[in-house]
C-alpha cells in the first residue's frame, strides 16, 4: 500500500493549487479518502474525506466552499483543489485512506498516510 503525493508549493493569498494523492496497491474505491493537514504544535486537522460507502463528503469549516475534494478511479488518484487560498492555510497537507467509514474526518479514522506536501500561503 502506498500513496504518493504531489502538488503544493508556494501560491499568493487568493490563488489555487492542487494537490494529488496517486494511490498504488490497492483500489481507493475501496477505501475511504481523507486530505488532512498539520501546522507545528497543532493536531493534525481533517479538512476534507470522502466515504463513498455511505455517500458521504465532508469538509471542514475552515475550508467549505473553498476547497473541493474527488477521485478518479480510472487513475486510482485523489485530489485536493484549493481556491481563495489564505495564509491560515499554509501547513504541510496528507493524503490518507481509512478501511472504514469516516463521518468527521478524524485522523485516527485513516490507516495510511501519504508523506505530505508544504502548502505555503504568502505574499
Known amino acids: 500500500v502506498q500513496l504518493v503525493e504531489s502538488g503544493g508549493g508556494l501560491v499568493q493569498p487568493g490563488g489555487s493549487l492542487n494537490l494529488s494523492c496517486v494511490a498504488s496497491?490497492?483500489?481507493?474505491?475501496?477505501?475511504?479518502i481523507g486530505w488532512f493537514r498539520q501546522v507545528p504544535g497543532k493536531e493534525r486537522e481533517g479538512i476534507s474525506c470522502?466515504?463513498?460507502?455511505?455517500?458521504?463528503?465532508y469538509y471542514s469549516d475552515s475550508v467549505k466552499g473553498r476547497f473541493t475534494i474527488s477521485s478518479d478511479t480510472a487513475r486510482n488518484t485523489a485530489y485536493l483543489q484549493m481556491d481563495s487560498l489564505k495564509p491560515e492555510d499554509t501547513a504541510v497537507y496528507y493524503c490518507a485512506v481509512g478501511r472504514g467509514t469516516t463521518y468527521y474526518c478524524h485522523y485516527y479514522d485513516m490507516d495510511y498516510w501519504g508523506e505530505g506536501r508544504l502548502v505555503t500561503v504568502s505574499s
Open positions: 470522502i466515504s463513498s460507502r455511505v455517500g458521504r463528503i
Open positions: 496497491g490497492f483500489s481507493l474505491d475501496d477505501y475511504a
